[in-house]
């Protein structure tokens, strides 16, 4: 114990730090919490400043050994940092700021970048509140950034550093959240209406897609719905996909009961205007203050389509469902009618990806110019308030950019770290303006080191999409507008002859697919002319062409100094850095095989119909 004490003893010592000055003390309210480990054994708590760029953590552990919270990456422990803390038996206090050199062995940072602002042990629970800068000059500080990213927590039973794997977490949290419920409005005469399917029996199958079709919420002037979120069956939560709503059109047919959305009965794929959606990792989501779905009125959808993704993949026999959306509605106005309009890659066998790619580029184009022709009507300008990502298990990030007069404008949206298990709608931190005759392009960049067959674009998980849904204002007709590069092309710069899109979809799978052939067929993807589908609410189609702008990296922010500790030689302050914000207070220590192309082909029942028109248009 002894030589544990002096191990302890040797870190720095932090027994009256100074906070950092961004308005969140030791005692202000923390508006955002998470469990981090099994049994509510470690609650994260944590807010941040968007301005000074300063974010605050509170992490609360059932030990009284040490404690510590940092950020990895996805593929390994080593280079994780890692603040820890602990009380010793007399009373005093230690905190450092580390990074793990190997799976097991913590370092000190010669560059301390975290701020203590309080720590105690009650003899049951261990709690460290610190702050941090989103980036720090120190290399060994991973940046906080609007990416997914991947908290680690650890602790131990005592106040001995050593890293124990029973007691290490990670877990995908998309940190800095725009809106909290707590800071959202709730009218008070909020209406509940659930939209679900009942006792539905999940075939024994890896993958089902289930449609049906029901109506909205009656109501006999306009509401507005102002709220949304996932109603899983209990015990069904690891077989449900996704769950999403699609508008149909007042002019649709629609059958009854329930079927395969995308199976024999083409009539079971109508309606493709999403209007809400929860995926895996997903929670509720509550609209700003100012928008909400509208209903009621003549020109609102009177009929969704409900659409639950089932991945069985243990093929688990006499499981029921009745999983859905619950929506919440009121008769308070917003002043904005919501629209969503889903950006990408046309999900389809065309959209390929190699096997043994360590990085393979995938893109999607939309053009706008015909949004008004299409909409039959004159379309404002786009106002994007946020967004939601979605690719499968190969996904690991994406980005949406925008263009206006061939140049490139913004990033309107992206994750460098994207989790397939964590995929939530996420608010904008200031709104985003999109205007007729603008490009947007969506870029998904995949990894299959595990696969040893290509991967192809399809419904099934194990099949890929490359997605980008825009929640907006105010709302148009326009329902997707998706891009795919001309395979045929493509075929041909891998050396295949072929003559029709179908012969270029098969040709793939007999390419070799060598780390040259992979950037080969990246390279011929991006440089092909894309066809664009732009299709709206009533189901009316058209196609244009285009071809796939280069895209301007956006640089990184400056990072902040460090406010105390030694820099060591790689710590240099960048010259775009900046000084931290003066402190204001003190504060007291207190293997998966993906489908062959064929069963692929044979599950998209509508293959020889749309593959007609890859060639002729729509």
Same mark, same amino acid.
């Given at each position: 114990?002894?030589?544990?004490?002096?191990?302890?003893?040797?870190?720095?010592?932090?027994?009256?730090?100074?906070?950092?000055?961004?308005?969140?003390?030791?005692?202000?309210?923390?508006?955002?919490?998470?469990?981090?480990?099994?049994?509510?054994?470690?609650?994260?708590?944590?807010?941040?400043?968007?301005?000074?760029?300063?974010?605050?953590?509170?992490?609360?552990?059932?030990?009284?050994?040490?404690?510590?919270?940092?950020?990895?990456?996805?593929?390994?422990?080593?280079?994780?940092?890692?603040?820890?803390?602990?009380?010793?038996?007399?009373?005093?206090?230690?905190?450092?700021?580390?990074?793990?050199?190997?799976?097991?062995?913590?370092?000190?940072?010669?560059?301390?970048?975290?701020?203590?602002?309080?720590?105690?042990?009650?003899?049951?629970?261990?709690?460290?509140?610190?702050?941090?800068?989103?980036?720090?000059?120190?290399?060994?500080?991973?940046?906080?950034?609007?990416?997914?990213v991947r908290v680690l927590a650890a602790y131990g039973l005592?106040?001995?550093?050593?890293?124990?794997?029973?007691?290490?977490?990670?877990?995908?949290?998309?940190?800095?959240?725009?809106?909290?419920?707590?800071?959202?409005?709730?009218?008070?005469?909020?209406?509940?209406?659930?939209?679900?399917?009942?006792?539905?029996?999940?075939?024994?199958?890896?993958?089902?897609?289930?449609?049906?079709?029901?109506?909205?919420?009656?109501?006999?002037?306009?509401?507005?719905?102002?709220?949304?979120?996932?109603?899983?069956?209990?015990?069904?939560?690891?077989?449900?996909?996704?769950?999403?709503?699609?508008?149909?059109?007042?002019?649709?047919?629609?059958?009854?009961?329930?079927?395969?959305?995308?199976?024999?009965?083409?009539?079971?794929?109508?309606?493709?205007?999403?209007?809400?959606?929860?995926?895996?990792?997903?929670?509720?989501?509550?609209?700003?203050?100012?928008?909400?779905?509208?209903?009621?009125?003549?020109?609102?959808?009177?009929?969704?389509?409900?659409?639950?993704?089932?991945?069985?993949?243990?093929?688990?026999?006499?499981?029921?469902?009745?999983?859905?959306?619950?929506?919440?509605?009121?008769?308070?106005?917003?002043?904005?009618?919501?629209?969503?309009?889903?950006?990408?890659?046309?999900?389809?066998?065309?959209?390929?990806?190699?096997?043994?790619?360590?990085?393979?580029?995938?893109?999607?184009?939309?053009?706008?110019?015909?949004?008004?022709?299409?909409?039959?009507?004159?379309?404002?300008?786009?106002?994007?308030?946020?967004?939601?990502?979605?690719?499968?298990?190969?996904?690991?990030?994406?980005?949406a950019v925008q263009y206006r007069n061939g140049t490139q404008?913004?990033?309107?949206?992206?994750?460098?770290?994207?989790?397939?298990?964590?995929?939530?709608?996420?608010?904008?931190?200031?709104?985003?303006? =999109? @205007?007729?005759? #603008? $490009? &947007?392009?969506?870029?998904?960049?995949?990894?299959?080191? !595990?696969?040893?067959?290509?991967?192809? %674009?399809?419904?099934?998980?194990?099949?890929?999409?490359?997605?980008?849904?825009?929640?907006?204002?105010?709302?148009?007709?326009?329902?997707?507008?998706?891009?795919?590069?001309?395979?045929?092309?493509?075929?041909?710069?891998?050396?295949?002859?072929?003559?029709?899109?179908m012969e270029g979809m098969m040709a793939m799978s007999s390419?070799?697919?060598?780390?040259?052939?992979?950037?080969?067929?990246?390279?011929?993807?991006?440089?092909?002319?894309?066809?664009?589908? =732009? @299709?709206?609410? #009533? $189901? &009316?189609?058209?196609?244009?062409?285009?071809?796939?702008? !280069?895209?301007?990296?956006?640089?990184? %922010?400056?990072?902040?100094?460090?406010?105390?500790?030694?820099?060591?030689?790689?710590?240099?302050?960048?010259?775009?850095?900046?000084?931290?914000?003066?402190?204001?207070?003190?504060?007291?220590?207190?293997?998966?095989?993906?489908?062959?192309?064929?069963?692929?082909?044979?599950?998209?029942?509508?293959?020889?119909?749309?593959?007609?028109?890859?060639?002729?248009?729509?």
């Amino acid at each position: 114990m002894t030589c544990a004490l002096l191990f302890v003893l040797s870190l720095v010592l932090a027994l009256a730090a100074p906070s950092q000055g961004h308005g969140l003390g030791p005692k202000s309210r923390l508006r955002y919490s998470r469990f981090l480990g099994p049994s509510n054994v470690i609650l994260l708590r944590w807010d941040f400043d968007l301005e000074t760029e300063i974010i605050t953590f509170e992490l609360q552990v059932r030990t009284t050994g040490w404690v510590g919270l940092g950020v990895t990456n996805r593929y390994t422990f080593v280079g994780s940092d890692l603040v820890v803390g602990g009380v010793l038996p007399d009373g005093h206090v230690y905190f450092s700021d580390q990074h793990l050199v190997d799976e097991d062995t913590l370092q000190e940072d010669g560059s301390q970048d975290a701020e203590l602002q309080g720590l105690k042990e009650d003899g049951v629970y261990t709690t460290l509140r610190f702050s941090r800068p989103f980036r720090s000059c120190d290399p060994h500080d991973q940046d906080i950034t609007v990416d997914t990213v991947r908290v680690l927590a650890a602790y131990g039973l005592d106040d001995t550093l050593k890293l124990d794997q029973e007691r290490i977490f990670v877990k995908s949290i998309f940190l800095l959240q725009i809106f909290h419920p707590d800071d959202l409005k709730v009218p008070e005469d909020t209406i509940i209406h659930d939209l679900e399917i009942v006792d539905f029996l999940i075939p024994e199958d890896d993958t089902t897609y289930a449609c049906t079709f029901l109506p909205l919420p009656i109501v006999s002037k306009k509401h507005h719905i102002y709220k949304f979120e996932p109603k899983l069956t209990p015990h069904n939560e690891t077989v449900v996909h996704h769950i999403l709503l699609y508008a149909c059109g007042n002019a649709s047919v629609l059958p009854t009961g329930i079927n395969d959305c995308y199976g024999a009965d083409p009539a079971f794929s109508l309606c493709s205007q999403v209007i809400a959606g929860w995926a895996v990792g997903g929670t509720s989501y509550q609209f700003p203050d100012d928008v909400g779905i509208s209903i009621g009125t003549p020109l609102d959808p009177q009929w969704i389509r409900l659409e639950i993704h089932y991945s069985n993949f243990r093929n688990l026999p006499g499981l029921y469902d009745s999983s859905g959306i619950r929506v919440y509605y009121t008769s308070q106005l917003r002043k904005y009618d919501v629209g969503v309009l889903q950006l990408g890659f046309f999900t389809f066998p065309i959209h390929f990806i190699p096997p043994g790619a360590e990085s393979f580029m995938s893109y999607g184009l939309c053009k706008t110019e015909k949004f008004e022709e299409m909409n039959r009507a004159p379309v404002p300008d786009i106002q994007v308030y946020a967004y939601l990502l979605h690719t499968h298990l190969a996904g690991r990030a994406l980005q949406a950019v925008q263009y206006r007069n061939g140049t490139q404008l913004r990033t309107i949206c992206k994750d460098d770290s994207y989790d397939f298990n964590l995929q939530e709608t996420r608010d904008l931190p200031a709104r985003l303006e =999109i @205007k007729p005759g #603008d $490009e &947007l392009l969506v870029e998904c960049h995949y990894e299959t080191l !595990d696969r040893d067959s290509i991967t192809f %674009g399809g419904p099934s998980t194990i099949n890929e999409m490359c997605l980008i849904f825009l929640f907006y204002y105010p709302r148009n007709n326009i329902s997707s507008c998706h891009g795919y590069p001309d395979i045929i092309s493509v075929a041909h710069e891998l050396g295949e002859e072929v003559s029709d899109p179908m012969e270029g979809m098969m040709a793939m799978s007999s390419v070799e697919w060598t780390p040259e052939n992979i950037k080969k067929a990246e390279k011929a993807c991006k440089e092909a002319q894309q066809t664009v589908l =732009i @299709k709206t609410i #009533d $189901e &009316l189609v058209e196609n244009t062409t285009g071809w796939i702008p !280069d895209i301007i990296p956006t640089p990184r %922010g400056p990072c902040l100094e460090s406010s105390g500790g030694k820099v060591e030689p790689q710590d240099k302050t960048p010259a775009d850095s900046r000084a931290a914000p003066m402190p204001l207070s003190s504060s007291t220590a207190a293997s998966l095989r993906c489908l062959p192309l064929t069963a692929l082909l044979c599950m998209q029942g509508a293959l020889s119909r749309i593959l007609g028109t890859l060639q002729t248009g729509f």
